[in-house]
């Protein structure tokens, strides 16, 4: 009986925990989602951007909510859908619709991900269809050969110059990089992938040996002059993506664990640090950093959901990093 016992009280926790994860995606839902399905980023003055339409896309067919993914896409592929290539206007605002036609490529990359698990769960062929045309523009028109091997441009303007090559080590979106070979067969995924965790194993800058949100290649590597020299809000998603796709080790850990460790116990844990004169935030990073965070430091250890609720406090961002943490965690599953 004992046994039985146990075990009930097992299944409840999941259930419950299944079931707080759904009300999680409600809520978001409620607060950043239009019934048109456009994803809203308040921070920006209310604007969608191909990110933001990306994972909530990527966050439907997660909780099997085809609806939602539904508007989200047609809303997507309507309003940003929009230049001579299949690729997405990066920016959409509400007072005057695409006011830049320049792609971002993490969004991209997310959409068509998307697009390609909605596949695989609802056998839409349309899908299909559409992922694989994003993810061939991405693979021909995005990728570029750079002295530390093939590399994926930002966006398909103002990121190539004579005086190196600017990236993003957050637009390598790992495990959507595992997966897209699916819809375009091409060795290009692998050692785009390969590319991005050997630069990651160099560049590291500043007291703690952080990534910038931005790096220029040349012949070395180093912080991007066009952009703070920071590890922030672009650069925190690193440590996930290594995570769900299971890229983690030690060494590459370090960096993130001594960082965000050093301010164990502090009144507040910063949302960045500048890498040149390591000063830091002096504002409490989101919610959604600091359950990044706490996972990162306790590795293999998983953090307390309890403590990380995604409530009204939160904005897009934080909620995003909460939710997609979830996500993460529920999917690599046990090691």
Known sequence: MAI?????????????????????????KQRFVTQEGRVIDAAQDNISHSEGQGYGMLLAV?????????????????NMQVRDDRLLAWRWDPQGGVTDKNNASDGDLLVAWSLLRAFNKWHDPQYRLASQGIAQDIRTKMLKQAPQGLVMLPGSRGYDHPEGITINLSYWVF????????????????????????ILGYARFGRWGLPPDWLVLTKIVAPSPHFPPRFSYNAVRIPLYLLWSRRESPALLKPYQDFWSYFQGAKFLPSWTNLEENSVDTYDASVGIHKLAQWVIGYPRLPDARKYPLDDNQGYYSSVLLLLSDMAIKERGPK
């Open 4 to 28: 039985f016992g146990l075990l009930g009280a097992m299944l409840l926790a999941v259930s419950m925990a299944a079931s707080a994860s759904q009300a999680d995606w409600g809520k978001f």
């Open 62 to 78: 997660y909780y099997d909510d085809k609806a939602s993914f539904d508007q989200i896409w047609q809303w997507t592929k309507k």
């Open 175 to 198: 495990p959507a990089l595992d997966e897209i070979g699916q819809v375009d067969p091409s060795p290009q995924w692998a050692e785009l992938a390969k590319t991005g965790m050997t």
